[in-house]
């Protein structure tokens, strides 16, 4: 049952834990089976710290915590154990997780249902743009909305508890969950967290920020090890939960893999150590939908709720390694405490609290196991207006990479081509499964696959809208859905005042297989022949546009300087108006102003690629020796120039940057302890010095003093403003001493380097600095 490197790690419980004596049985009993395993000198080692710290009544946590704790104290040892365990994967729960109701004290249950851009198989629901887009925006308060708007359809819903956001850097290219997070920069990540949760938890949805740490590819996520060292994991993967944590999260889901041999579930450094005790999560730690691989080491690890309870995939049997048998077990054989129990406990009736999902909650009103079961399903529409905000969303998130001459926008064409199937409806639509297991690559691509994925009411296309748009313009549109007949795409191309050229590319979850894409992308090149049918367009048509939906980063070097390509529009995973938001940037009635929120390289050697599934090793160990060199950094550290660097996108307009100036604020004394509170503001001016109006994202970068042996930039700061022709803006960005900090792995904490900062407005992570100054 132990695993060769999970075992490595706990056996240190027996030499450093204080806690030994408590748990002489359990503790003898991995050591032996341990020992025989230790002797690797290259093994991987995750420290051991125990116990679990108890949740806290501080903060903003403070009623719900105190709530919580009275409630419970009138509950038996196994009600409280019954909260932590989910109802095994099956009907009667109406969710893709249930916690069931307990009757003998009342609580109504809780439902816990995917997915990060929407609920998950329902119906009469929005199908939101991916996290990938939302990053794109650059735009705070799209973010706030979005999270609001998809809390408010959870909660119409009846689901307590949403399976997102996630918040996984992106560090390999073919990554297939790329997409539900939010780009490949921890700031911007962390960013688009806190106001995604922010805005979920003010509908009172509890939201989860996942995967708990280190689950940056699809390919072998349930076996391999993310080895990950202590100053990259606090720098890079861990801020986003920091953020998360900030904004008052509800729960943490961890992830399937192991880091540093010890699978996350249990991993007492991560959850114990640095979740619960130096984030101060006050919240629930939940498992993957079976990624929970033991029981009393998960217990004694940190996790509170194992999802959805069943012990791995293939064992439907009733059996579970929790349930309230076996937690009660444990206390009753002396290997856990009563008081961990009590805690996990603790944590999700605070989390319900906290939300104030204890008053007026509504009863879940569908049946994600059945939708056509009219006894369990009320059909309740909970899409508002929310169509709205997903097609400005989706055309806020557009970026437009190339522009030749103004290509864009199109200006009254006589003539245009539509050709490549991205730019049709799907055949499968109507499909209930489609997009969350996509069957496969069909028609214009809006999400990725996989549980990250909800089923879409509608999607709009890009040619009905092109078609509707252009109507009163009168112009002739040919379209074709053929990629592959290059010569018949020549012919159509040639004459038409501009062609119109769609492709994508696609991924997914490890739990379904696309096109040979096991969830991570196989290639990071065109799907369906893209790059031959751009070419083939291009030969015959002196203005090809070329629009890419893609799950993230995308070669384009085949034919991205073609003269005849003289516009690239990078759409992303726009959501069901996705076709609305491309013709609304078409056309000129919203100017793009999306930032790629990843870097697309020249050259592939230069990415981090994921593992290949021909590795043979029993525990794949991936190791992060690239360190805080992740997207741009790597870039930056090693002079390297890609096709497009992250941060970059174009305008119909132009701005400009003016009279930097940086302040250093003087604090409280409260304040000053307050690693987190502003230090420095950092004031300058913005124009917009074209001839329409557009919306700008000025981007702070510091350069640490080089005794930090930082990469020789990072982003601290950014914001959206929106300009009429000639008007200008003052901008002020705050930093903070975290801001200005390294994690000192010596200390075990945040230290500012002492030197001089430089402070660089940029238009991307790697363009001349616009305006400098220095701290
Ligand atoms: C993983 O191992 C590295 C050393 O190789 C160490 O710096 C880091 O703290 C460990 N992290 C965890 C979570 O065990
Ligand atoms: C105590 O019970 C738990 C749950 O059944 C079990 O995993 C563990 O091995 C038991 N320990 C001992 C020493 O019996
Ligand atoms: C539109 O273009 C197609 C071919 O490109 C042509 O056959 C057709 O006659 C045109 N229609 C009009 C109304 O001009
Ligand atoms: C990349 O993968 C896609 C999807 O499987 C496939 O259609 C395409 O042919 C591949 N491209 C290359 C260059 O291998
Ligand atoms: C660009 O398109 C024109 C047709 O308008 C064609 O004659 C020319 O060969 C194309 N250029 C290239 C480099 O393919
Ligand atoms: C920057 O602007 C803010 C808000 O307008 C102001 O409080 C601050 O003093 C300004 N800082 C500088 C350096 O001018």
């Given at each position: 049952?132990?695993?060769?490197?999970?075992?490595?790690?706990?056996?240190?419980?027996?030499?450093?834990?204080?806690?030994?004596?408590?748990?002489?049985?359990?503790?003898?009993?991995?050591?032996?089976?341990?020992?025989?395993?230790?002797?690797?000198?290259?093994?991987?080692?995750?420290?051991?710290?125990?116990?679990?710290?108890?949740?806290?009544?501080?903060?903003?946590?403070?009623?719900?915590?105190?709530?919580?704790?009275?409630?419970?104290?009138?509950?038996?040892?196994?009600?409280?154990?019954?909260l932590?365990?989910g109802?095994?994967?099956?009907?009667?729960?109406?969710c893709?997780g249930n916690v069931k109701p307990?009757?003998?004290?009342?609580f109504p249950g809780l439902c816990l249902?995917?997915?990060?851009?929407?609920?998950?198989?329902?119906?009469?629901?929005?199908?939101?743009?991916?996290?990938?887009?939302?990053?794109?925006?650059?735009?705070?308060?799209?973010?706030?909305?979005?999270?609001?708007?998809?809390?408010?359809?959870?909660?119409?819903?009846?689901?307590n508890i949403?399976?997102?956001?996630?918040?996984?850097?992106?560090?390999?290219?073919?990554?297939?969950?790329?997409?539900?997070?939010?780009?490949?920069?921890?700031?911007?990540?962390?960013?688009?967290?806190?106001?995604?949760?922010?805005?979920?938890?003010?509908?009172?949805?509890q939201?989860?920020?996942?995967?708990?740490?280190?689950?940056?590819?699809?390919?072998?996520?349930?076996?391999?090890?993310?080895?990950?060292?202590?100053?990259?994991?606090?720098?890079?993967?861990?801020?986003?939960?920091?953020?998360?944590?900030?904004?008052?999260?509800?729960?943490?889901?961890?992830?399937?893999?192991?880091?540093?041999?010890?699978?996350?579930?249990?991993?007492?450094?991560?959850?114990?150590?640095?979740?619960?005790?130096?984030?101060?999560?006050?919240?629930?730690?939940?498992?993957?939908?079976?990624?929970?691989?033991?029981?009393?080491?998960?217990?004694?690890?940190?996790?509170?709720m194992?999802?959805?309870?069943?012990?791995?995939?293939?064992?439907?049997?009733?059996?579970?390694?929790?349930?309230?048998?076996?937690?009660?077990?444990?206390?009753?054989?002396?290997?856990?405490?009563?008081?961990?129990?009590?805690?996990?406990?603790?944590?999700i009736?605070?989390?319900w609290?906290?939300?104030?999902q204890?008053?007026?909650?509504?009863?879940?009103?569908?049946?994600?196991?059945?939708?056509?079961?009219?006894?369990?399903?009320?059909?309740?529409?909970?899409?508002?207006?929310?169509?709205?905000?997903?097609?400005?969303?989706?055309?806020?998130?557009?970026?437009?990479?190339?522009?030749?001459?103004?290509?864009?926008?199109?200006?009254?064409?006589?003539?245009?081509?539509?050709?490549?199937?991205?730019?049709?409806?799907?055949?499968?639509?109507?499909?209930?499964?489609?997009?969350?297991?996509?069957?496969?690559?069909?028609?214009?691509?809006?999400?990725?696959?996989?549980?990250?994925?909800?089923?879409?009411?509608?999607?709009?296309?890009?040619?009905?809208?092109?078609?509707?748009?252009?109507?009163?313009?009168?112009?002739?549109?040919?379209?074709?859905?053929?990629?592959?007949?290059?010569?018949?795409?020549?012919?159509?191309?040639?004459?038409?005042?501009?062609?119109?050229?769609?492709?994508?590319?696609?991924?997914?979850?490890?739990?379904?297989?696309?096109?040979?894409?096991?969830?991570?992308?196989?290639?990071?090149?065109?799907?369906?022949?893209?790059?031959?049918?751009?070419?083939?367009?291009?030969?015959?048509?002196?203005?090809?546009?070329?629009?890419?939906?893609?799950?993230?980063?995308?070669?384009?070097?085949?034919?991205?300087?073609?003269?005849?390509?003289?516009?690239?529009?990078?759409?992303?995973?726009?959501?069901?108006?996705?076709?609305?938001?491309?013709?609304?940037?078409?056309?000129?009635?919203?100017?793009?102003?999306?930032?790629?929120?990843?870097?697309?390289?020249?050259?592939?050697?230069?990415?981090?690629?994921?593992?290949?599934?021909?590795?043979?090793?029993?525990?794949?160990?991936?190791?992060?020796?690239?360190?805080?060199?992740?997207?741009?950094?790597?870039?930056?550290?090693?002079?390297?120039?890609?096709?497009?660097?992250?941060?970059?996108?174009?305008?119909?307009?132009?701005?400009?940057?003016?009279?930097?100036?940086?302040?250093?604020?003087?604090?409280?004394?409260?304040?000053?302890?307050?690693?987190?509170?502003?230090?420095?503001?950092?004031?300058?001016?913005?124009?917009?010095?074209?001839?329409?109006?557009?919306?700008?994202?000025?981007?702070?970068?510091?350069?640490?003093?080089?005794?930090?042996?930082?990469?020789?930039?990072?982003?601290?700061?950014?914001?959206?403003?929106?300009?009429?022709?000639?008007?200008?803006?003052?901008?002020?960005?705050?930093?903070?001493?975290?801001?200005?900090?390294?994690?000192?792995?010596?200390?075990?904490?945040?230290?500012?380097?002492?030197?001089?900062?430089?402070?660089?407005?940029?238009?991307?992570?790697?363009?001349?600095?616009?305006?400098?100054?220095?701290?």
């Amino acid at each position: 049952m132990l695993h060769l490197l999970g075992a490595v790690a706990l056996v240190a419980i027996v030499s450093t834990s204080p806690e030994v004596a408590a748990f002489p049985l359990s503790l003898s009993s991995f050591a032996a089976s341990a020992n025989r395993l230790v002797a690797r000198a290259d093994a991987v080692y995750s420290p051991p710290v125990y116990p679990t710290p108890e949740t806290r009544a501080t903060g903003d946590w403070t009623v719900a915590v105190n709530k919580a704790k009275a409630e419970l104290s009138t509950w038996t040892l196994a009600e409280r154990a019954a909260l932590a365990t989910g109802d095994l994967w099956q009907p009667p729960g109406l969710c893709v997780g249930n916690v069931k109701p307990i009757a003998s004290t009342g609580f109504p249950g809780l439902c816990l249902q995917d997915a990060p851009v929407g609920v998950r198989v329902a119906d009469l629901v929005s199908a939101f743009p991916s996290g990938v887009n939302v990053a794109a925006t650059f735009d705070r308060t799209l973010m706030f909305s979005r999270g609001l708007a998809m809390g408010n359809e959870f909660k119409g819903k009846g689901v307590n508890i949403a399976l997102g956001p996630g918040m996984n850097p992106a560090r390999t290219a073919e990554g297939g969950r790329n997409w539900e997070g939010f780009g490949a920069d921890p700031y911007l990540q962390g960013e688009a967290a806190y106001q995604t949760i922010t805005g979920m938890q003010a509908s009172g949805v509890q939201a989860t920020a996942k995967h708990f740490i280190g689950n940056e590819e699809e390919h072998l996520r349930i076996e391999s090890s993310s080895n990950i060292d202590d100053r990259t994991l606090h720098e890079i993967y861990l801020h986003p939960f920091l953020r998360s944590v900030q904004a008052n999260v509800a729960n943490v889901m961890t992830a399937y893999n192991q880091i540093n041999g010890s699978w996350a579930a249990q991993n007492s450094k991560l959850n114990n150590g640095i979740l619960k005790g130096e984030l101060g999560f006050s919240g629930t730690v939940m498992s993957d939908w079976a990624g929970a691989r033991s029981g009393l080491a998960s217990a004694l690890g940190g996790l509170d709720m194992n999802m959805p309870g069943v012990p791995n995939w293939l064992t439907f049997d009733g059996t579970s390694y929790w349930g309230v048998d076996n937690l009660l077990k444990m206390v009753s054989n002396g290997s856990m405490p009563e008081s961990r129990v009590t805690d996990m406990a603790t944590r999700i009736l605070s989390s319900w609290y906290l939300l104030g999902q204890d008053v007026d909650f509504p009863a879940t009103n569908f049946n994600g196991w059945d939708l056509t079961d009219e006894a369990t399903n009320q059909h309740v529409n909970v899409q508002d207006d929310h169509y709205k905000l997903i097609r400005q969303m989706g055309s806020s998130a557009t970026v437009l990479l190339k522009n030749t001459n103004n290509a864009l926008p199109l200006k009254n064409p006589k003539s245009l081509l539509v050709i490549g199937d991205d730019a049709f409806p799907s055949s499968k639509n109507g499909d209930p499964n489609f997009y969350t297991y996509r069957g496969g690559n069909d028609g214009t691509l809006a999400v990725g696959w996989g549980s990250g994925a909800n089923d879409f009411p509608y999607l709009v296309d890009p040619l009905s809208a092109i078609i509707a748009r252009s109507a009163s313009l009168k112009t002739n549109v040919t379209s074709s859905r053929n990629n592959f007949d290059l010569a018949a795409a020549g012919a159509l191309a040639g004459g038409k005042d501009a062609a119109l050229v769609f492709i994508n590319s696609n991924s997914g979850e490890a739990v379904s297989i696309v096109d040979g894409n096991d969830g991570d992308r196989n290639n990071i090149s065109a799907w369906g022949g893209g790059d031959q049918l751009v070419l083939a367009v291009a030969a015959k048509n002196k203005n090809t546009i070329v629009i890419v939906h893609s799950v993230g980063v995308m070669d384009t070097e085949l034919w991205i300087d073609h003269p005849n390509v003289t516009a690239v529009v990078w759409a992303g995973l726009p959501g069901q108006e996705s076709g609305n938001s491309c013709a609304d940037v078409l056309f000129g009635d919203v100017n793009p102003s999306g930032r790629l929120p990843y870097t697309i390289a020249k050259d592939q050697s230069h990415y981090v690629h994921a593992t290949p599934l021909s590795n043979t090793e029993s525990h794949p160990q991936v190791t992060y020796s690239e360190k805080l060199n992740v997207d741009y950094r790597h870039f930056a550290a090693n002079n390297l120039k890609p096709r497009f660097p992250f941060g970059f996108g174009l305008s119909y307009t132009k701005f400009s940057y003016s009279g930097l100036s940086i302040k250093t604020l003087s604090l409280t004394s409260a304040q000053t302890t307050d690693l987190h509170a502003p230090k420095y503001t950092v004031n300058f001016t913005v124009q917009n010095c074209g001839s329409v109006s557009g919306e700008d994202v000025p981007q702070l970068y510091l350069t640490f003093p080089s005794s930090a042996s930082e990469p020789p930039r990072v982003l601290r700061g950014f914001t959206k403003v929106s300009l009429a022709a000639g008007k200008s803006v003052s901008v002020s960005l705050a930093l903070s001493t975290y801001d200005l900090s390294i994690w000192d792995v010596v200390k075990q904490k945040w230290v500012k380097p002492s030197g001089t900062f430089k402070v660089v407005v940029a238009t991307d992570a790697l363009a001349a600095a616009s305006l400098s100054g220095s701290i």
